[in-house]
């Protein structure tokens, strides 16, 4: 079978593939692997009873079954979904906000794969467009989207040492170089990281875009407005230069496959003519589940009550864990202010994180190394390979398990010196 270079491409390894096939044969291969890898959401009782009683309505109503099921839906999405979304997001901040503004996807990754190609690549007039990381490192299913190579540029951060092993990542403006860009995007709380933008850097950037005459795209699976999981007092924004992308995964609903594109009228056209010839329809299922939510306010309502105190408590006890495990080890914890990770750094590392990934994967212990985090970012930053993502959503036994046996690995590599 000889390949178009859109199938050698796509049909190739990459990091998001070696992920999702890890995530995948992890647990049937290995029963107790302990699985600190991938970006399952935890499961929290309170949500998956609000779940199973949301469910049993549906099921219970013939009409609203068959309209979840039955009906092809527009490509952007149900109307009277997108209506309580932007409704919700008007009343609530202030955002002039209709069903025009509102589009909905089969997963927030399917939107990116649709934005990104859209806004960066090669151009008409025989230019080129990049996507810009304003700050590198950022999600993982990012780097491969790209239809053409060069999709992504990226700006190295300053890194702050903070106090008892912390350290945060914060914008370089001096260095940002927007020359080419088509777009900015930026994910808030940043995933791997756990960092989130201040009010004062989101602003920034946004001037910054309007000047260039660029859009802002924030990726908000795991921020604001929901499903809250940031732990410092920030406001969430969008303006008509901002392509605001949520997600309901993280409430506990990965499977349902929905994002939300919040943006102009324009992008949302655009997007959405664009998604037809890939998807047809959007997926009912989740606008169905969540559309009362939205009308209702609850979604913040269980955000706030539910899903951002069960990851603070985890975030804490994850912290305590490896601070005690790793003892005077040369290792960093980036200061956890969001998102379901740690991001650690462990400075001089002997090995490679991908390495240490194997090790640990030997010892039934799956985390992420660190080196795919890194799009737009040219080789040799010896930081890249020294950075591991480890998850704290999965029931505590196996995050107490894991780390303590990740601390072994990371003592046995500078042993080796």
């Known amino acids: 079978m000889k390949l178009s270079a859109f199938g050698e491409k796509f049909a190739a390894e990459s990091g998001i593939v070696g992920l999702m096939d890890d995530l995948s044969s992890a647990l049937n291969e290995n029963p107790d692997m302990l699985f600190l890898g991938g970006g399952n959401p935890g499961r929290i009782p309170a949500m998956a009873d609000i779940f199973q009683q949301r469910m049993a309505e549906i099921s219970n109503d013939p009409q609203e079954l068959h309209s979840m099921l039955g009906i092809y839906q527009s490509t952007k999405g149900e109307k009277g979904f997108r209506e309580a979304v932007a409704g919700l997001l008007s009343k609530q901040f202030g955002w002039k906000l209709s069903e025009k503004n509102i589009a909905i996807s089969n997963g927030s990754q399917a939107a990116f794969f649709i934005l ?43 890194i702050e040492h903070l106090e008892d092993h912390l350290f945060k990542y914060r914008v370089d403006f001096s260095e940002l170089d927007l020359t080419n860009a088509g777009a900015m995007c930026v994910s808030r709380p940043t995933n ?83 998604s037809t010839i890939a998807n047809l329809a959007s997926c009912n299922l989740g606008p169905s589940l969540s ?54 750094w462990f400075e001089g590392l002997p090995i490679t994180s991908q390495e240490l990934y194997e090790r640990l994967k030997a010892r039934g212990v799956l985390v992420i190394p660190g080196q795919n985090f890194f799009p737009g970012i040219e080789a040799g930053w010896r930081h890249t390979q020294e ?31």
């Not at 190609?117 to 990381?133: C, F």
């Open 387 to 417: 950075c591991i993502r480890v998850s704290y959503a999965q029931e505590e036994s196996v995050v107490r398990d894991g780390i303590a046996i990740i601390a072994e690995e990371v003592a046995a590599a500078y042993e080796q010196q």
């Open 291 to 344: 559309k009362e939510w939205f009308r209702s306010g609850e979604i913040l309502t269980m955000s706030q009550q539910h899903i951002k105190p069960f990851y603070r408590d985890r975030s804490e006890l994850a912290v305590g864990l490896f601070k005690s495990a790793l003892g005077e080890l040369p290792y960093h914890i980036h200061k956890p202010e969001g998102a379901i990770f740690l991001w650690l």
């Open 192 to 274: 791997p990281t756990g960092n989130v933008l201040t009010d004062n850097e989101i602003s920034h950037l946004d001037e910054l875009a309007k000047a260039q005459g660029i859009p802002l795209i924030l990726d908000g699976a795991y921020g604001l407005p929901f499903p809250g999981i940031i732990f410092n007092d920030v406001n969430p924004h969008w303006n008509d230069n901002t392509i605001l992308v949520l997600s309901l995964s993280k409430l506990g609903l990965p499977g349902v496959r929905t994002g939300i594109i919040v943006a102009n009228e324009d992008v949302i056209q655009a997007y959405s003519n664009a």
């Open 116 to 158: 990104f190609n859209m806004l960066g690549g090669p151009t008409k007039d025989g230019g080129h467009q990049s996507i810009h990381l304003p700050m590198a490192p950022e999600y993982i299913g990012y780097s491969d989207v790209g239809l053409n190579e060069g999709l992504f540029t990226a700006t190295k951060p300053d």
